[in-house]
Each structure stands twice: as C-alpha cells, then as structure tokens.
C-alpha cells in the first residue's frame, strides 16, 4: 500500500461520525448508530392537543385537555425528555454542540412528515424566542438550532420577527409548578407584519406547558386562528423518575 492510499484510508476512517452515546462509528450521516437510536425512549401513544401520554388505545386527548380550554390545537412532541434526549438537549443549550441540535430537528422533521400525510402544514415556523440578555449570553437560540433542518425539509419558512420576549424571566425549570405562569405572564409580544392563519411554535422541552400556552394565548389574541405546537421532547411523569 502506498503512503497515499495510506493517508486516504486513514483520513476516510478518522472523518466517520462517532454515535454520540456508545462512541462506536456510525454507519450513515446520522450522529447516533442505529442500535442506540432504536432504543431512545420515542413518545407511543400521547394526547393529541398536549402530548402527555396516553394509556388508552382508544382516545385522542387526555382528560385535562377534554376539560380545559388550550391556546392551541395540536403538539407534536418526539421523545419523553429523559436519557439520553434530555442529556443531548442541556449539551445543545450549555455546550454549544449544535450537531445535536441539527441531528434533534432532523428526528423530529421525520415525526411530523408522518404526522400531516393528509393534512395540511402550517405556513410558518415560530422558534419559541430567548430575551435578547439570555441570546447575548448563549450566542444562539436552541429553538431555531432545532427548526432549520425541520424549515428544509417541510419546505416551510421560519419566522423570526413575530413574536419577542421582553420580559428576561427566570429558567421556568428552576421554578415550583404554581410560579411557572406567573413567571413567564407578558413576556412575549406580538408583532404581526401579515395575516396567519395557521402557524408551528417550536420548543426544545415542554414541561408543564405553561411557556407555550402564554405564547400561543398571546398569538390567537392577535389573530392567529390556528397554532400546532412542536417540540423535540415532552417532560412526563416518567421523566421525573
């Protein structure tokens, strides 16, 4: 072998992506190898307006959803946010591997093809917004990290001037479940340039829902008359241990 076919042979070996779980080389452009992806802990069955799992074959929406009002029609989330997701996502937010984001968007852009065979998409991809303090520190907003592989594939165009948060609230994550809603009360505010009448808001996490139901509350007071809610992952009580 000629030190030439050397040096191709091994810069072909050393430029295959490693799985980012069991560091094995991966088999396909994905950063996860497909053992390890067919054991990622996918969201089955779930509420269809919520997304919080459902036990039942049979029903669409969990009870909350049939008893209480939403700001929105639909979530689609992909995973239960527990090991490895949540793992993926804190690297994506605190160490700025934006591959996981990408390779997030790219699952997630697969779920929702599925999900609309026979529907139609909504116009427009809202990434839920960073306060312009948190955007400054962490350099990027997760949330569009996430929507571009998604805008490509769909073919649809992300939009980053409607919505913006004014308010620099806390990490809903840190807060107690009764000071989440009070926490994130008017921190967005709308500016609509057209009329929409059918948007996506785009979430890294849902947790208890709150961040997205203000944001979407706010989006139908001004006009918005449909809004499906996307995330790469949903907080369930199995995620809590």
């Given at each position: 072998?000629?030190?030439?076919?050397?040096?191709?042979?091994?810069?072909?070996?050393?430029?295959?992506?490693?799985?980012?779980?069991?560091?094995?080389?991966?088999?396909?452009?994905?950063?996860?190898?497909?053992?390890?992806?067919q054991n990622l802990p996918f969201l089955l069955k779930s509420c269809e307006q919520?997304?919080?799992?459902?036990?039942?074959?049979?029903?669409?929406?969990?009870?909350?959803?049939?008893?209480?009002?939403?700001?929105?029609?639909?979530?689609?989330?992909?995973?239960?946010?527990?090991?490895?997701?949540?793992?993926?996502?804190?690297?994506?937010?605190?160490?700025?591997?934006?591959?996981?984001?990408?390779?997030?968007?790219?699952?997630?852009?697969?779920?929702?093809?599925?999900?609309?065979?026979?529907?139609?998409?909504?116009?427009?991809?809202?990434?839920?917004?960073?306060?312009?303090?948190?955007?400054?520190?962490?350099?990027f907003n997760q949330a569009v990290v996430i929507a571009k592989p998604i805008a490509?594939?769909?073919?649809?165009?992300?939009?980053?001037?409607?919505?913006?948060?004014?308010?620099?609230?806390?990490?809903?994550?840190?807060?107690?479940?009764?000071?989440?809603?009070?926490?994130?009360?008017?921190?967005?505010?709308?500016?609509?340039?057209?009329?929409?009448?059918?948007?996506?808001?785009?979430?890294?996490?849902?947790?208890?829902?709150?961040?997205?139901?203000?944001?979407?509350?706010?989006?139908?007071?001004?006009?918005?008359?449909?809004?499906?809610?996307?995330?790469?992952?949903?907080?369930?009580?199995?995620?809590?241990?």
């Amino acid at each position: 072998m000629t030190f030439l076919q050397s040096l191709i042979r091994y810069l072909s070996q050393a430029s295959r992506i490693r799985c980012f779980i069991c560091h094995d080389h991966c088999t396909d452009a994905y950063p996860i190898c497909l053992e390890c992806k067919q054991n990622l802990p996918f969201l089955l069955k779930s509420c269809e307006q919520c997304a919080a799992p459902l036990e039942s074959k049979v029903d669409n929406r969990c009870g909350h959803c049939l008893t209480h009002v939403k700001s929105y029609e639909r979530t689609i989330a992909l995973f239960d946010y527990q090991p490895p997701i949540n793992s993926f996502i804190i690297q994506l937010k605190f160490a700025q591997r934006l591959a996981l984001g990408s390779f997030l968007g790219e699952l997630l852009a697969t779920k929702l093809i599925e999900s609309y065979q026979q529907q139609a998409l909504p116009t427009c991809i809202l990434p839920v917004p960073l306060h312009a303090s948190r955007l400054k520190e962490r350099g990027f907003n997760q949330a569009v990290v996430i929507a571009k592989p998604i805008a490509k594939q769909l073919n649809i165009p992300i939009a980053h001037h409607i919505i913006h948060r004014i308010k620099a609230t806390a990490p809903q994550s840190q807060l107690p479940k009764n000071k989440r809603r009070r926490n994130i009360k008017d921190a967005f505010r709308v500016q609509l340039t057209s009329d929409l009448e059918h948007i996506a808001v785009l979430d890294d996490v849902i947790t208890t829902g709150v961040t997205v139901h203000e944001l979407c509350s706010q989006l139908k007071i001004n006009g918005i008359q449909r809004i499906d809610v996307w995330a790469v992952a949903k907080r369930t009580l199995a995620s809590h241990g």
